[in-house]
């Protein structure tokens, strides 16, 4: 049957079952992105963010792909290079490996788009920059990459990686690095020669070094122009990235994402960069402590769809009751027409549950405060202020794992979850948490995951792949037809259960 089928139709049906859509969409997710339940070992159920997800799908796709090449020659040979379409790792040092296998077959590393390696190890194991020399020779040799991820932070190895990729990685699109704040001139510099850039994303770490030390040299001077990028994610140490940005050309940017962590000074200023920009955003999305001016913010992005923010910020009420020093919270200046989406930040103390139900126990005043604050807030999203308004949706995968390890809101929590989905129902908004689900539907209530589907995951966790042919794992019996139509049903069925973004990213 192999041969009675041209290669093309093949390399079309490995796609389809490889679940390569979604490895090689240009767009990184956001805050709005879908997590998911899943059984596990260690507790009855665990959320898996979308960066699990993405990681699964990458490690379920590379399986199945050794799976086809290991049912016939056929096949081996059509497979072997879409075998290396992406990269995928979670232990640098396998770039080594890589680097003899591309230089033994230079060939192979022309059919490479995508390079992702990704953090398992959090704050163990060994830096990135050991493997400088490994990661630059295997950049050197795909030079039709186009996503670049690397969830690993960097520091000296970075500018040798952006030099490399503005030479030999013309066609970049995507891109995901993870440096100290003192790096931003470099990050400049490697933004200048990546024109073709559609989604960035940058976390910058606390520097080095003092703050007041740093400087930009003739990086200050640079006026980028990004006339494809759309979307744009900053964490961590990004004030300096910001203040440059608002004088950048970014004509097509549709999404910005801003994630300040648990710091409470130094915010950023983000009304310069929106006046700047925010005119053809669909997507904002703020995570902060400190609250900003969310007015003067909608006021500036006319064209969103869906906005994210922290619903424990202090909004100041247009106008205050002279009696009680109050008054109700309204979150435009006029109504904005387009928002259908918003995403709702923090609400640690929303539920009772949780750490910071145990932190409120000695400091109740603090708590009740907060509780209030995220009703008043909460309230102001109305139809008048958000005609649209379709979707209000609980972000924090924190709240609802302590909601599904408690059970369910306690206390007072109770009786405003219930208060918050009757204000929701009534206006026709549907209230959800992190996953899409309705916000109190606890995993409990879903159909339990088949057995063989579980062991699969473990047996995907649990094993690490490299990409030489001397660590094929055997497959006793071999992989028929049977197996392969299942998995063709599994995608399609994927597939529509995938949620579409609240923003598409358009690919040229």
Known sequence: MAQSLPPELWSHIFGLAADEDTIFYPGLPTSMTQSSWARSLVTDWQLRTPRDLINMVQRRSYATKKSIISTCRSWRCLGLEFLVRYLFFNDPSKLRSLTVLLTSNPSLGWWTRRLHITHFLYERGPSLDDFEAALTAVLTQTPNLEIFIVDWPLSRAFGSIADTLGTHCKNLRTAHWHVPAELLPKVIWALDALPLLVSLAVEFDAPLKDC?????????????????????????????????????????????????????????????????????????????????????????????????????????????????????????????????????????????????????????????????????????????????????????????????????????????????????????????????????????????????????????????????DDEEPARPGGVGLSELRALLEECRRMSEEREDPPFALTYR
Request: charged share 25%; with cysteine; hydrophobic share 40%.
């Open 212 to 468: 007041d030390m740093l400087t930009l040299g003739s990086a200050q001077d640079v006026k980028l122009h990004l006339p494809n990028l759309q979307q744009l994610i900053l964490r961590g140490y990004s004030a300096e990235f910001i203040e440059q940005a608002s004088g950048w050309s970014l004509p097509f940017l549709r999404s910005f994402s801003f994630d300040f962590g648990n710091k409470r000074e130094d915010v950023p200023d983000v009304l310069p960069f929106l006046g700047t920009h925010g005119t053809s955003l669909l997507f904002l999305d703020l995570d902060c402590i400190p609250a900003l001016d969310i007015r003067t913010i909608l006021d500036l992005c006319p064209l969103l769809t869906a906005f994210s923010f922290n619903l424990d910020w202090k909004i100041p009420p247009i106008a205050q009751n002279a009696d009680t020093g109050d008054g109700s919270i309204v979150f435009t200046n006029r109504p904005h027409e387009h928002i259908a989406h918003i995403g709702l930040h923090g609400l640690l103390f929303a539920f009772g549950v949780g750490l910071a139900s145990a932190y409120a126990t000695p400091d109740p005043l603090s708590a009740l405060l907060v509780q209030r604050t995220n009703d008043k807030n909460f309230a102001a999203l109305t139809k008048a202020s958000f005609p649209r308004l379709e979707r209000v949706r609980v972000l924090s995968p924190t709240v609802l794992t302590d909601l599904e390890r408690a059970d369910g809101p306690q206390g007072s929590g109770m009786e405003r979850w219930e208060r918050w989905a009757g204000m929701c129902e009534s206006k026709s908004v549907r209230l959800e948490d992190c996953t899409g689900a309705l916000l109190g539907t606890l995993p409990q209530e879903y159909e339990e995951e088949d057995e063989d589907e579980v062991e699969e995951d473990e047996f995907l966790e649990d094993n690490e792949y490299s990409y030489t």
